[in-house]
């Protein structure tokens, strides 16, 4: 058992000593979660193996599923990828830094076991000043999944990750919650055509107008389980996402929605189950369940988004049987909810109306 420590550094402009500590330990091979503006990563050197296993080990993370690769100015991705194409440029313009990895065949120099043995590397820059600062003090690309443990939400404040890795890694720096809640969408440019192999942080709709053609992978989008050899993301075939209770998601239009989510509730609590209802500020006032917590509004997207993964944690802390959430609009950043929330479900999804 090590001893996590926390380094508590302003958001904005923060205290460079303590990033340099932070710096300095990744640069001996340890492990530091550190926020970006989508969730907390666990950072690990991207060029030391041993680094890099160490990180799979704290996470529980399976050996087959790679991190994404985090550098602080552009030029560090033509020393990781061995073809960087024309889009690229134009996505890393528009959109760098930002809630978006890119997918590249990958450069000979980057250790195997840092893309899990695929030919492929995903790269990010993140647009968050510790983030950034962290990694140009470290002065090497930065490996960083999520610093959550295999399988549960991802964090989206130092405290989540302390619960998921007090003891299993050497830092966090902790620069309070994140702001986006939701990961950076996966785009693969290693084939013709650009594929998005996770939703998240960045529109679809913002990627095609810039791109044009933009494909979805069929799993992204995917309302039941899909055979494995579609996978294309390692990530897409593991347990995600999942809190202890069962989630259900329930779809539709907002009227059904509300009247199967009642009926769902009551019914399970009749059963002696402690249910909790994943509501929106429009529907809250309208259940009665043991726990029900509202996303925000329904049409602010980003807000819910930035509420997702807290309130899953929160439900596991009220130690709920049962989550019944509302589905809401798969437009802009509610195609990355509706993914999560299917994915946390195993795709238990019920279709009201
Ligand atoms: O917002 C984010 O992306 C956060 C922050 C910390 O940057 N990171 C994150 O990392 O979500 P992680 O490891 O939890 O998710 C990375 C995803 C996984 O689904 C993985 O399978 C996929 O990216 N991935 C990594 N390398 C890949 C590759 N070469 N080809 C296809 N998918 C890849
Ligand atoms: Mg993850």
Redesign the pocket.
Known sequence: MKQTVVLKVDSQQPDIEKVQVAASIIREGGLVAFP?E?????GADALNPKAVLALFKAKK?PLD????V?VANVSDVYGLAKRVPLKADKLMREFWPG?L?L?FK?SKTVPDVT??G?D???V?M?QHAVALALIRETSRPIA????NLAGKP?PTSADHVFDDLNGRIDAILDGGPTCIG???T?L?L?ADTALV??P??TPLEALRRVLGDVKLHPFVAAEKELPLEKT?????KHKHYAPNAQVIVVEGAISAVLAKVKELAESYRLKGVKVGVLATDETLAAYRADVVKSLGSRFNLAVVAQNLFSLLREFDAEDVDVIIAEGVSTEGLGLAVMNRLRKASGYNIVKAG
């Open positions: 970006t989508t969730v907390y990563g666990l993370r599923n790679p991190p994404i985090h809630p990895t997918v990958r893309v899990a695929l492929t590397i995903a990010r993140p960083a999944p999520s610093a991802s939701v990961e950076s996966v693969d290693s192999l996770r998240g942080g294309r993301s390692p990530g897409m």
